[in-house]
């Protein structure tokens, strides 16, 4: 059964990586028009947070109120007509735009996907890489990024694409792989497990976590929400309609879910659009942090 839901931003292009901010308004990764877009619940109108360039992928705040963004150009066929390396950027509250890491133990970045701060205040990330696996092949990593600007590599991985990725409580982080569609956990103490592995054509691409510790996961070609319990079972599905990317939780139950629309990498299309879902469910207050 459907839930209601209400479409509140559209032409969009390649909406990514939302994230409630504590006014109400909600920003994402407005891929192809290389910018953080904001849309605003009092007015129902959408804009420009900031112009980033490259092809930013995900957003949220940090304990400094600075809004900490993933920067990747591995779109598809697509070239952001203003080029930012592979990297994570940082946009200060009045404004300025500022690279702040673009290698972690020496190795450069190839496509940083989503982010999330853990309880500990530091940054984790997947580094995806292009989805294109036959063309330009890249291994997938997670990275942590302590709060003095040093990233290390956490976990090497295979051609398995990470792509969204959580943290808990108690300092695990949850990660969903797209190619094999895997949904892992990394304990605290360095430790992993493979906690559910999705059905078929149920491609995981954003993962956000509820006040129950239950894993909403949004699959790209299934047009809905996968939800698990935290051990891993699956729990039920939402069915949302659309194409869609990541997801997060606001106030009042809501969840917005960024729908891109039909498949397009070009990035001609601008049909994107930002859904919001009455779900009853509280989303798990984010981490926050800070780098320097």
């Not at 992928?57 to 066929?77: E, K």
């Not at 940082?90 to 309880?119: C, H, M, Q, R």
């Not at 997938?140 to 051609?159: C, M, N, P, T, W």
């Not at 430790?191 to 993962?207: N, R, S, Y």
């Amino acid at each position: 059964m459907k839930k209601p839901m209400i479409t509140r931003a559209r032409g969009l292009g390649h909406p990514e990586g939302p994230y409630e901010l504590d006014d109400g308004r909600v920003i994402y990764a407005n891929t192809y028009a290389s910018e953080i877009g904001v849309w605003d619940p009092k007015t129902n109108k959408q804009g420009t947070y900031a112009f980033v360039g490259g092809g930013p992928n995900a957003c949220m705040l940090g304990s400094d109120g600075a809004v900490y963004s993933t920067q990747t150009p591995n779109v598809g066929s697509w070239v952001a007509p203003v080029h930012r390396p592979p990297s994570i950027q940082k946009t200060s509250a009045d404004g300025k735009v500022e690279i702040l890491v673009t290698e972690a133990d020496g190795v450069k970045f190839d496509g940083p996907n989503d982010l999330t701060f853990g309880p500990d205040g530091r940054l984790y990330f997947t580094d995806s890489g292009d989805w294109n696996q036959a063309e330009k092949p890249h291994p997938g990593r997670i990275i942590v990024i302590e709060q003095d600007g040093v990233a290390r590599i956490l976990e090497e991985l295979d051609y398995v694409y990470p792509n969204g990725i959580v943290a808990e409580p108690d300092g695990s982080i949850v990660w969903v792989e797209s190619y094999t569609l895997r949904v892992v956990r990394r304990k605290p103490d360095g430790t992993k497990q493979v906690i559910h592995t999705l059905a078929e054509g149920h491609i995981p691409d954003g993962l956000k976590i509820d006040v129950d510790g239950n894993l909403w996961i949004t699959t790209v070609a299934s047009g809905g929400v996968d939800v698990l319990s935290r051990e891993g079972r699956h729990l039920h599905f939402l069915d949302v309609g659309g194409t869609l990317l990541n997801c997060c939780f606001g106030k009042g139950g809501k969840l917005f879910v960024c729908d891109m629309g039909p498949f397009d990498t070009s990035g001609a299309a601008m049909t994107g659009q930002l859904v919001e879902v009455d779900v009853g469910v509280e989303g798990m207050p984010l981490f926050r942090g800070a780098i320097g």
